[in-house]
């Protein structure tokens, strides 16, 4: 019971973890309707950038808040030098050229940090494990992490459905023509959103960065989990993004943590022990085509366009 | 109109000539320049180089051709490349592989041309049993080995029961299965995780602390060694399960580990300590050459590759063609190697010792692996027995 509970903390952490990164990765493709595969590298730029401030400035708080700043600008001028002009262009020029940034980001890593990576080493009131209840002990940071992204994923609730940035981003995702013709400030708005999606892939990135190493091409494996998470939720949805990676981190790690088990029920224990982390790591796919087949547009979609 | 004869006699020999007994001598090296174990494929190729600067760059009088080529960690990759290798660019050896399931994966390539291939760094069991080839060498090991040498080690220690974790790929397999075939405690689980992707290892670690298991046994090579330590210290089990490994530890992965690392025993065939003076002159000018590198083992099998294909071109005066005079002279391991002296098996896998190495600081105040003991003396592997060359 007790490793259920832990387990299940477990795949809360990496859900939340994953909110972070769909999050922005569906306020850009849903609202602005861009298609950005670089979404990855700028989670792997957060991680780089706060290995490399809390180097420099010695304190892991003060080193996070600069990364975070540095992502949230590295978006701005991303949007403002590349991307704006591709907002009118099929999609597939968009992937193109997002696809060139990714290789244009590993090589700027490559060339500025070097090919063997970084280390972001925690302060030590992080890497002690905390006791939740007795009898399950958990790590300091992975709890820390949930209570990040749950203050986040709050704040951006409150941000999308109660303020007046908000009403726009979310009339921008209906009907982007239409806000425009109202006399908004489009373009800003873009920029604006485009930033706050660069920051929350920054700050996915840097949390991360300290539970794996901080190296080149980090954000690819995952941005893929992030497009099944958006897909599942339904594109340009806060709300959907935010339960389906509960949903797909909660899967991804009970399989690992059951699967085995079960399948020792019925097969060998060497091929149970083999077959288990292939199958586990197929739920997911398994869960986003039976989303798709009953309800294409996703589990939560945003407002009809 | 004799000289004319003679001339026209030569040009048609000089194109009759096999192609692999050409004015250079010919390798093709294969291994992972791009991603996030590419430091690994550096270090091989940095240590590849370092042996030709000391040959003078040339086999038996003649200059030496690379070719590198990256497999990016894929079998198929891979297979493709050793392909493009052998039939397009006719290499004379071809050398490198650190992964078991790219080396299996190109294997067949190599062996159905006659090829000479040097494995620096996979050793999956296959290859030392029933895929074993006269063309095919290791300068490393056999997977199991070096887990069979960690699990003598926890005999020694005492240690009653261990959690297994590995990742789901051929030499994830091998490891575990040899740890398990030495170690005489109780194996309490056994955990594979997906290779290459997966990073993110909160559900094993809870199984293991779940499973009440003494300690906990594991292989991640490259980055993933750091991630898995990293998790390991963060869990708050340094305290309560000792951690062994095999091949997690290197020096390409302790600048990122730093601390995590202490206090965690590895086994190894090659330690940049070993006295010997190849060993020394080996890790000395790698320093130098390569300023704020350190070579690891992978780079110290590459090097004893470079010297194997070296010994057997030397012993045909450059004439690569000669094949049969080739295999014998690398079956006799006639070379200086960095590690000490090793000779083959049958199956063409080194008999030699094992180490057990300890993190220290060195005297520059870096991290850096000692040898501590011998752990076994002239080790074969177990696999030797099932391959049916004699």
């Not at chain 1, 403002?80 to 940034?101: M, N, P, S």
């Not at chain 2, 026209?8 to 093709?28: F, M, N, R, W, Y």
């Not at chain 2, 490349?81 to 290499?91: A, F, G, M, P």
């Amino acid at each position: 019971m007790l490793v259920l509970v832990e387990q299940s903390l477990n795949g809360l952490q990496f859900g939340l973890l994953l909110f972070l990164l769909a999050a922005g990765l569906t306020l850009v493709f849903g609202i602005m309707d861009f298609v950005n595969l670089a979404h990855g590298s700028l989670y792997m730029m957060g991680a780089y950038f706060a290995a490399t401030f809390v180097a420099w400035t010695n304190s892991f708080v003060l080193g996070i808040l600069l990364a975070l700043g540095a992502t949230l600008l590295l978006g701005i001028a991303l949007e403002f030098i590349a991307l704006r002009h591709l907002y009118g262009r099929d999609h597939l020029d968009q992937v193109l050229a997002t696809f060139g940034l990714i290789l244009f980001f590993n090589d700027a890593v490559r060339l500025i940090w070097g090919p063997a990576g970084l280390s972001l080493p925690l302060p030590a009131w992080l890497t002690v494990p905390v006791q939740i209840v007795p009898g399950v002990s958990y790590p300091a940071y992975r709890l820390s992490i949930i209570a990040v992204a749950l203050a986040v994923a709050a704040l951006l609730y409150l941000v999308v459905m109660r303020t007046r940035v908000g009403m726009l981003i979310r009339a921008g995702a209906s009907n982007r023509e239409m806000i425009g013709a109202l006399g908004i400030n489009i373009k800003l708005l873009f920029t604006l959103v485009f930033g706050l999606g660069a920051a929350l892939a920054g700050l996915a990135g840097l949390m991360q960065a300290p539970i794996l190493t901080v190296q080149i091409g980090m954000g690819e494996n995952i941005l893929i989990l992030a497009f099944v998470i958006i897909v599942i939720g339904g594109i340009g949805s806060i709300r959907g993004a935010f339960l389906a990676a509960i949903f797909v981190g909660m899967i991804d790690t009970l399989g690992r943590a059951f699967l085995p088990d079960l399948l020792r029920m019925a097969l060998s224990s060497s091929a149970a022990s083999t077959a288990a982390p292939a199958l586990s790591s197929m739920l997911i796919y398994l869960l986003m085509a039976i989303v798709l087949v009953v309800r294409p547009e996703g589990l939560f979609p945003a407002a009809k366009r | 109109m004799k000289k004319a004869f003679w001339l026209a006699g030569a040009a048609v020999l000089a194109l009759a000539q096999p192609a692999s007994a050409g004015d250079t001598i010919k390798i093709g090296f294969v291994s992972t320049f791009s991603g996030p174990t590419a430091v690994i494929g550096n270090d091989m190729r940095n240590s590849f180089e370092l042996a030709l600067d000391h040959m003078g760059r040339k086999m038996g009088g003649k200059p030496v051709e690379v070719i590198y080529e990256d497999d990016g960690q894929k079998p198929d990759v891979g297979k493709q490349k050793t392909e493009k290798l052998i039939q397009s660019d006719k290499v004379d050896f071809i050398a490198g592989y650190i992964w078991s399931n790219v080396l299996l994966a190109s294997l067949k390539t190599a062996v159905d041309s006659k090829t000479f291939l040097i494995s620096a760094n996979a050793g999956p069991s296959q290859l030392a049993g029933e895929l074993c080839s006269p063309y095919v060498f290791s300068t490393s090991w056999q997977n199991d080995q070096t887990p069979q040498a960690m699990g003598q080690y926890m005999n020694q220690k005492g240690v009653k029961s261990v959690f297994l974790i590995g990742p789901n790929y051929a030499a994830g397999k091998d490891m575990l299965a040899g740890l398990k075939s030495t170690f005489k405690g109780q194996v309490v689980g056994e955990e594979y995780t997906v290779w290459p992707s997966q990073l993110d290892f909160s559900a094993e670690l809870t199984k293991a602390k779940n499973s009440k298991a003494e300690s906990i046994f594991v292989f991640y090579p490259g980055a993933a060694g750091v991630q898995f330590l990293n998790q390991y210290a963060q869990a708050g089990l340094k305290a309560q399960m000792p951690l062994y490994t095999a091949f997690t530890v290197d020096e390409l992965s302790l600048p990122l580990q730093k601390e995590n690392a202490i206090g965690i025993p590895g086994a190894q065939q090659w330690v940049n300590d070993l006295p010997n003076a190849e060993n020394k002159k080996f890790v000395e000018d790698y320093r130098k050459k390569y300023p704020g590198l350190r070579p690891t083992y992978y780079g110290a099998q590459s090097y004893d590759a470079a010297q194997l294909i070296n010994s057997a071109v030397v012993a045909v005066k450059g004439d690569t063609a000669k094949k049969d005079e080739m295999k014998a002279e690398m079956e006799k391991a006639n070379f200086k190697s960095v590690r000490g002296a090793f000779r083959y098996g049958k199956n063409h896998i080194p008999i030699q010792n094992f180490y057990l190495q300890d993190v220290v600081k060195d005297a520059d105040g870096q991290l850096s692996l000692k040898t501590v003991a011998t752990i076994v003396k002239d080790d074969q592997d177990r696999f030797a027995d099932k391959c049916p060359m004699k």
